[in-house]
Structure formats: C-alpha cells, structure tokens
C-alpha cells in the first residue's frame, strides 16, 4: 500500500456541523475502503489565493493515509461529486516527504524555534 496525502478546500458557507458530517464521510469512505489514515489536520477558515466560485476564503482539511493505488480514483470521483468541496488534491508521498511529515507530527521544527528562545533570553 502506498501513502497519501490529500488536502480538500470546502465551501465557506457551511456551519460547523456541515463541515464535521463531510469529513466525517470522507474518513468514513477512506477506512470503509481498506485504508489506514495516518494523520488529520484541519486548518480551519483561510484566504484563499485566488476566487474560487466567487469565494474568497474556505476551509481547509489534510488526511494522510495509506491505500491502494485503485482506491484513488475512487476517492476523487466523490470528491467530485460533493459539491461541498470546491477543490481538493491528492498526492502520493516519496520516501523523502514521508521523513519530513514525521518529524513535523512529532514537532522537531517546533523544538528547533524553541531553543533559539531560550538562547535569545539568556
């Protein structure tokens, strides 16, 4: 099984509840389909670079799991046909993203920042 990453923009328009049901049907469709999601993060309400839809911002959600290549398509065909989701990405993670995805869910760019601190007060 090969490792994922995808990252879906939703509508803005949607309250908290609405977003929470649309990931909860992804993750949903996800582990119902053999795979193993890895890690969740949302974040949240953003700007969005350019107008999609005449929207300015949307929220953005990422799910790194791992699952066979066919199930990918079948992923992006609903994606497709949510029409929550104004736009979405899925890529398959080499050796070297996959290194840096564990040390940034293990916060080593977090440490790094703080020992500066730490100098810069003494």
């Known amino acids: 099984m090969q490792q994922y990453e ?3 923009i939703l509508t803005p328009l949607l309250s908290e509840e ?3 049901e649309v990931l909860a049907k992804f993750t949903k469709l996800i582990k119902d ?3 193993e999601i890895i ?3 949302s974040w949240g309400l953003k700007k969005l670079a ?3 839809q005449k929207k300015t911002t949307g929220y953005y959600h990422l ?3 791992k699952a066979p290549g066919e199930f990918i398509n079948k992923l992006e065909v609903e994606y497709k046909r949510d029409e929550r989701i104004m736009r979405f990405l899925t890529v398959s993670l080499d050796k070297h993203a996959l290194a840096y995805n564990e040390k940034k869910r293990s916060g080593a760019f977090n440490k790094k920042k ?3 601190v730490e100098e ?3």
């Open 6 to 8: 995808t990252v879906i």
């Open 120 to 122: 810069a007060v003494r």
């Open 63 to 65: 799910i790194e799991f």
């Open 39 to 41: 890690h969740e993060d």
């Open 114 to 116: 703080e020992i500066k």
């Open 33 to 35: 389909n053999g795979a």
């Open 18 to 20: 609405a977003v929470k």
């Open 50 to 52: 350019y107008p999609i």
